[in-house]
């Protein structure tokens, strides 16, 4: 799991954006970041920055890579803050549980619609 929440790295306020606004934001970022375009003194920075951003958009910009992150990300954020004495048992609460079922349903789900097809 990354350590960055890519909603962030691109900007967005909102895991609820369609695929346009995903787009839009990624462009006005890679505008600002593209290493084409930052000074030299910055250049490095910017450089690691927009690799980020692009991952970040690669991860997003597809619909199944972006339904795992979102996933992945509602089980981080359901642990919470929790330091390395804490009991494993502890963390996992029902909703972690409800959250890891239901992803494994919409994966099913896709595949029996793919077999289909």
Known sequence: ????????VLSL?????????LKKAYRAKALQLHPDVCPSSVRD?????F??????????????T???YDNELMLV???GSCDSSCDQREKFSRKV??????GLKKRSA???ASMKN
């Open 1 to 8: 799991m990354q350590t960055k929440n890519l909603y962030q």
């Open 13 to 21: 306020e909102s895991r609820d954006v369609s695929f346009e606004e």
């Open 45 to 49: 920075e910017c450089t690691k920055k």
């Open 51 to 64: 690799v980020e951003l692009h991952k970040a958009y690669e991860v997003l910009s597809d619909p199944n």
């Open 66 to 68: 972006r339904r795992m």
């Open 77 to 79: 954020e359901s642990f």
């Open 97 to 102: 549980w409800e959250v890891q079922l239901d």
């Open 110 to 112: 896709d595949r029996m």
